[in-house]
T-cell receptor, first 111, second 113 residues
Framework: DGGITQSPKYLFRKEGQNVTLSCEQN?????MYWYRQDPGQGLRLIYY???????QKGDIAEGYSVSREKKESFPLTVTSAQKNPTAFYLC??????????FGPGTRLTVT | KQEVTQIPAALSVPEGENLVLNCSFT??????LQWFRQDPGKGLTSLLL?????REQTSGRLNASLDKSSGRSTLYIAASQPGDSATYLC????????????FGKGTRLSVIA
């Protein structure tokens, strides 16, 4: 089955620890995206990558980092510098200017 | 900067009713517009994609229209069912390069049996 996988579904971390969220796609899409969703708020773009070894900051990149070493993978690291990391994180991918697809999401809780 | 607005923020209707969800955007120079559905705690599911050259797209009981000149799109749901209860999001992709989708905040729909 083609699609986007995110792991784990739920993630718990202590404050001050870095944590990496996984995103893998087998759709052969060039572009990949990370969004954050908080209760009562819309989707906010964190980072996106249009091609391997290249990525751009979105609207709320501070406290996050990404890498794009392979076309299929776009991991997101939530660093200790992110002041409010508890949220629902969504990964997505698309071919150039075409339909965008989303993964099932990872719910991160930091205490 | 492109902005997408969805009204109303929430809607409750009895089962069987036909309904319309609205989406407006500020810059009409878009490449395409996409409607998504999101169930609580889940990712987004793509419902319909309308290219800028198209006026509408249909899938089953769903019909989405696009009027670029007025900066509006509507999602029509026929004969609503309780299983249609979800949040519906509209998003546009601009012509200015391979830019990411710009999302509205969504309309939360409840269909009451």
């Amino acid at each position: 089955d083609g699609g986007i996988t995110q792991s784990p579904k739920y993630l718990f971390r202590k404050e001050g620890q870095n944590v990496t969220l996984s995103c893998e796609q087998n759709l052969n899409h060039d572009a990949m995206y990370w969004y954050r969703q908080d209760p009562g708020q819309g989707l906010r773009l964190i980072y996106y990558s249009q091609i391997v070894n290249d990525f751009q900051k979105g609207d709320i990149a501070e406290g996050y980092s990404v890498s794009r070493e392979k076309k299929e993978s776009f991991p997101l690291t939530v660093t200790s510098a992110q002041k409010n990391p508890t949220a629902f994180y969504l990964c997505a991918s698309s071919s150039e200017r075409a339909e965008q697809y989303f993964g099932p999401g990872t719910r991160l809780t930091v205490t | 900067k492109q902005e997408v607005t969805q009204i109303p923020a929430a809607l409750s209707v009895p089962e069987g009713e036909n309904l319309v969800l609205n989406c407006s955007f500020t810059d009409s120079a878009i490449y395409n517009l996409q409607w998504f559905r999101q169930d609580p705690g889940k990712g987004l599911t793509s419902l319909l994609l309308i290219q800028s050259s198209q006026r509408e797209q249909t899938s089953g009981r769903l019909n989405a229209s696009l009027d670029k000149s007025s900066g509006r799109s509507t999602l029509y749901i026929a004969a609503s069912q309780p299983g249609d209860s979800a949040t519906y999001l509209c998003a546009v992709r601009d012509w200015s390069g391979n830019t990411p989708l710009v999302f509205g905040k969504g309309t939360r729909l409840s269909v009451i049996a």
